[in-house]
């Protein structure tokens, strides 16, 4: 049984910062890629940011430069650092993971989400 848990969610003024973080546990041999979506009210989920096990990133356009994403794979961690934030970053903020067990070899795994909210 694997599980991922997110914190650090909550409300942030515009051009304030937030740190999302997940944690994976459980029957873990392996973490391949590792990544953050959202989702707003009435729009899909989207892909943030991603990290793969050796360290290389990607991000949507509109948070490059104001989001980093990191992780420690002696954790089985990955954060998820939000600066300049603005009111369209408000969503749902889902942790996701490419996970290997023993059980179920190599499967997606995500996090029950953390809202994050901006005001004006």
């Known amino acids: 049984q694997v599980q991922l848990v997110e914190s650090g969610g909550g409300v942030a003024q515009a051009g304030g910062s937030l740190r999302l973080s997940c944690a994976a546990s459980g029957s873990i041999i392996s973490i391949n890629v590792m990544g953050w979506y959202r989702q707003a009210p009435g729009k899909q989920r989207e892909l943030v940011a991603a990290i793969s096990s050796s360290g290389r990133t990607n991000y949507e356009d509109s948070v490059k430069g104001r989001f980093t994403i990191s992780r420690d794979n002696t954790k089985n961690t990955v954060s998820l650092q939000m600066n300049s934030l603005n009111p369209e970053d408000t969503a749902v903020y889902y942790c996701?993971?490419?996970?290997?067990?023993?059980?179920?070899?190599?499967?997606?795994?995500w996090g029950q989400g953390t809202q994050v909210t901006v005001s004006s």
């Open positions: 996701t993971a490419a996970i290997r067990t023993t059980a179920w070899g190599l499967k997606d795994y």
